[in-house]
């Protein structure tokens, strides 16, 4: 957290209302997400009880699973749930772009990408939970299940896996996402109840924020948002019901205990599409396609290893792919910061706050400047900028600005709040900078050392040349028949 | 009579569980929590009574699940219990001791507990022997705290572990950090006490290991695994707890002495202490509101909703509290950064920073 947002929150409190901490959206938001609710089991790891998934806000369909201990109980509803996502999935997956490449042959990608919404964290690890126990079932030999259980199972496993690469879209919890944009007058840990969130932030005309998420938390009014259920409701609603199921498993029996699971996940459902309407309504940041197109490319990976028969997801990564899968999230986590700060003029607060950045005005410039002689000699323009930032840049840093793509500069002096900057990239090649290269005086500018230049990839060994530090090579995966026969009780 | 008795009023005292002791350590600043636990006081009939219910419930589901686990493990003489130890122990027992210390009172099961210990200590006879349900007793402030672990210990040849059997599932090897964490703490309540015994009895406590075995259930099934888990972190947040918890008296001290959290509770127990009074009552005490104790303690709404009425930028967590530089109230830190108040001496620098983010929100925004 920073300054900037502890402001914001302080301000939160005394308005009784949420406040923006960004300009822009930072996340991508498909035309039609697919909002998954799911609900689970107290005190089980992985026993779904019930979910409400769908893509139209007005056609809610709702799984339960009306005896939460019963084995086969709960595999129908895998084989439910997969009726709905997997067709969702394949809608995405017949059309396909041609990406040109520099070096290496085309490739195709998909042209969109299926997008996952759930309410909150616990609900994603819920979801790689879910795929977990599925994944690694068969529809032959003893206890076979549905064909469509485990392939629903290496999805679930993939969009949960996913949703922890920063800057990815594929599976987006709802408090998160909105987290990313408002700051509210509650802790964080009162934020990851949905509705209280989605009170500060647009509370019922007539009502402030604050009151709004004084009322949500409340579990009899806004029942909690999963997978975990209100112990209440669980006690008082919820064991009856099963209980009278287990008695006589009569279709009465089956719709009482839907019943019971609707009351408690219809009004989430509301939520997640009121969470979707107010992100939506933010103006789309400029990368946010960028991150979408890598999402997409690896949305095409993942069906191509399935269509290639590929097995289900290891249970552990070997060191190697640990180590890449680690190095892959920290080159996407300091890319996405970067990314969003040039994109958003609040994110770039954050920075010109610690002296990373600076925003001033152009006082001087002199376009023309060269460096060198003869041959060597190089166009080098200068400018000056005045600014009232605290700026902690050391003479010689290389900075970037958002307000020009391919655009750098060196610090040459600073002094007394005038900073003064030789431009070294993004001119043009003639013996003058391109029009509009460089900014002019009275032009108001940006600048940063944060850059998002591409870093190449950590050089690893291959799998099969894993030092014996870290256990040597791994024994390939090979899915085994008690991989498929394992218990969920 | 004795002024912890006092703020108690005529209420017995409520006992302390590992998971109370484990939560203390979680905010050892707060003195109101101290206070009240120390004098034993009943806190969730309190938070009821003032109108500020904590939002804790257990579902029937997660408890019949706990308890049909539990008996999984223990049943036959903790038969899978020594197969789960051989593995990660790599023991050579073949036969193994069950000693349920509940058999005998209630009244005799500290007692007993302690001269089963004592004999397993001072006989080292190489045989190996669980303790099903034993009675530790852990001083809190003065107070001696009687600890009901729903955990069994483990002896072999003298040395004593912790055995935690809990219901949350080990998938793949891991669990969910939380749930470990909480574990752990309340595993450290029970290797302090059976230390604390060990070295009464006139034994090495170092005898009694800190790795303690957590006992759960394997991936999505009802078999159980276990695993070793180091609580000597957690232990030492623990013993530096209750040392600060000894020095109640100097919480004591400056009290009003008319001063007391009684309920007035009439014949059949139900309170008839006007609210407002109580409440009055407590704010004597000050406490030091976290967002994290609306997991923990039973006094959090009250304690937040005071949080909110004095402007304190508790509320919003500790970290802000950093970012602020140490400015508690929320006016204050605002004051300072739209620049309506001139920052004290010694607020200058957090005052500039404020201002220049003040600014430039103001210039992202407009």
């Known amino acids: ?489 | 009579m004795n002024r912890l008795d006092e703020l108690r009023g005529p209420m017995p005292s409520h006992p302390h569980d590992a998971r109370a002791i484990a939560a203390l350590a979680a905010n050892p600043g707060c003195a109101r929590r101290g206070l009240m636990d120390a004098a034993g006081v009943d806190k969730d009939r309190t938070a009821r009574h003032l109108g500020f219910p904590a939002p804790f419930g257990q579902s029937q589901f997660a408890i019949t699940r706990g308890n049909v686990f539990e008996a999984l493990v223990k049943e036959n003489g903790c038969a899978e219990l020594l197969r789960l130890l051989r593995e990660l122990l790599d023991l050579p027992i073949a036969q193994v001791g069950y000693q349920d210390v509940e058999s005998v009172g209630s009244h005799l099961r500290h007692s007993h507990t302690r001269a089963l210990i004592d004999r397993a200590a001072r006989e080292d006879d190489g045989a190996a022997v669980f303790y099903d349900h034993p009675l530790f007793s852990l001083e809190i402030a003065g107070h001696t705290s009687y600890l009901e672990p729903d955990v069994v210990a483990f002896q072999i040849g003298g040395r004593f572990r912790i055995v935690e059997i809990k219901s949350f599932g080990l998938v793949d090897g891991q669990a969910e950090p939380e749930k470990v964490a909480a574990a752990a703490r309340q595993a450290a309540v029970y290797v302090l006490a059976l230390r604390t015994l060990m070295a009464d009895l006139g034994h090495d406590p170092e005898r009694v290991s800190h790795d303690v075995v957590l006992v759960c259930p394997e991936n999505f099934a009802n078999r159980p695994t276990a695993a070793l888990v180091d609580v000597r972190k957690q232990l030492a947040v623990l013993k530096r707890q209750l040392a600060r918890m000894t020095r109640v008296d100097r919480l004591l001290e400056g009290l009003p002495p008319d001063l007391t959290f009684d309920l007035v509770p009439d014949q059949d127990g139900v309170p008839t202490r006007p609210a407002d009074e109580l409440a009055g009552a407590l704010r004597q005490v000050p406490a030091r509101y976290a967002p994290d104790c609306l997991s923990t303690c039973d006094m959090c709404m009250f304690c937040r909703d005071e949080a909110r009425r004095s402007g304190s930028t508790d509320l919003l967590g500790r970290q802000i509290r950093d970012q602020l530089g140490g400015v508690s109230r929320m006016t204050e830190a605002l004051g300072l950064a739209e620049g309506t108040l001139q920052p004290a001496e010694g607020q200058e620098e957090i005052a500039r920073l404020l201002r220049l983010a003040d600014r430039l929100r103001e210039e992202a925004l407009n």
């Open chain 1, 1 to 489: 957290m920073s300054a900037l947002t502890a402001l914001a929150q302080l301000r939160a409190v005394r308005d009784g209302s949420a406040q923006r901490i960004t300009t822009v959206r930072h996340c991508h938001i498909a035309p039609r997400p697919l909002v998954f609710i799911p609900l689970k089991l107290a005190g089980e790891a992985a026993a779904p009880l019930g979910a409400m998934v769908g893509t139209d806000p007005h056609y809610p369909r709702l799984l339960v699973v009306p005896q939460p201990r019963n084995r086969d109980l709960r595999f129908a509803f895998a084989a439910d749930l997969a009726e709905v996502f997997l067709p969702y999935i394949e809608g995405f997956e017949k059309t396909t772009e041609t990406v040109e490449r520099k070096t290496g042959d085309p490739y195709e990608r998909c042209l969109d990408a299926p997008q996952i919404l759930v309410p909150n964290r616990s609900a994603v690890s819920f979801t790689g939970m879910l795929g977990r126990s599925t994944r690694f079932r068969r529809a032959d030999g003893p206890y076979p299940v549905h064909p469509s259980v485990p392939l629903l199972g290496r999805w679930l496993t993939y969009f949960a896996d996913r949703s922890q690469q920063p800057g990815s879209s594929l599976l987006l919890a709802a408090t998160e996402a909105l987290g990313l944009h408002w700051a509210t007058g509650q802790s964080g840990l009162e934020d990851a109840n949905l509705a209280a969130l989605l009170g500060w932030i647009a509370p019922p005309a007539g009502m402030s924020g604050r009151r709004a998420a004084e009322e949500a938390e409340d579990p009899l009014l806004w029942p909690p948002a999963g997978p975990a259920t209100d112990p209440g409701f669980d006690n008082e609603v919820l064991g009856p019901a099963v209980r009278a199921y287990e008695e006589a498993p009569t279709e009465r029996a089956v719709e009482r205990v839907t019943q019971a699971l609707r009351t408690q996940l219809e009004p989430t459902w509301k939520l997640m599409w009121r969470a979707v309407e107010e992100l939506r309504a933010l103006p789309e940041g400029a990368r946010v396609k960028d991150r979408w197109e890598i999402d997409r490319g690896s949305f095409t990976r993942f069906v191509e290893r399935i269509t290639e028969g590929g097995p289900p997801q290891a249970r552990r990564d070997g060191a190697v792919g640990a180590a890449a899968r680690l190095a892959g999230l920290e080159r996407a986590r300091a890319s996405y910061d970067v990314q969003r700060a040039h994109d958003d003029p609040l994110v770039m607060a954050e920075y010109r706050l610690t002296g990373e950045a600076f925003a001033g005005t152009v006082t001087a410039a002199d376009p023309e400047h060269t460096e060198g002689e003869g041959r060597s000699r190089k166009l080098r323009p200068l400018i000056t900028v005045e600014t009232d930032d605290p700026v902690r840049l050391a003479l010689g840093t290389t900075v970037g600005s958002p307000d020009r793509r391919g655009h750098a500069a060196e610090i040459v002096e600073i002094a007394d709040g005038e900073i003064t900057l030789k431009i070294t990239k993004g001119m043009g090649r003639g013996k003058t900078p391109a029009p509009g290269a460089v900014p002019e005086p009275g032009e108001r500018v940006t600048y940063t050392s944060l850059t998002d230049d591409f870093q190449s990839s950590a050089s690893l060994p291959d799998p099969e040349q894993t030092p014996w530090t870290h256990g040597g090579p791994p024994e390939e995966y090979v899915p085994s028949d008690d991989d498929a026969q394992e218990e969920w009780s």
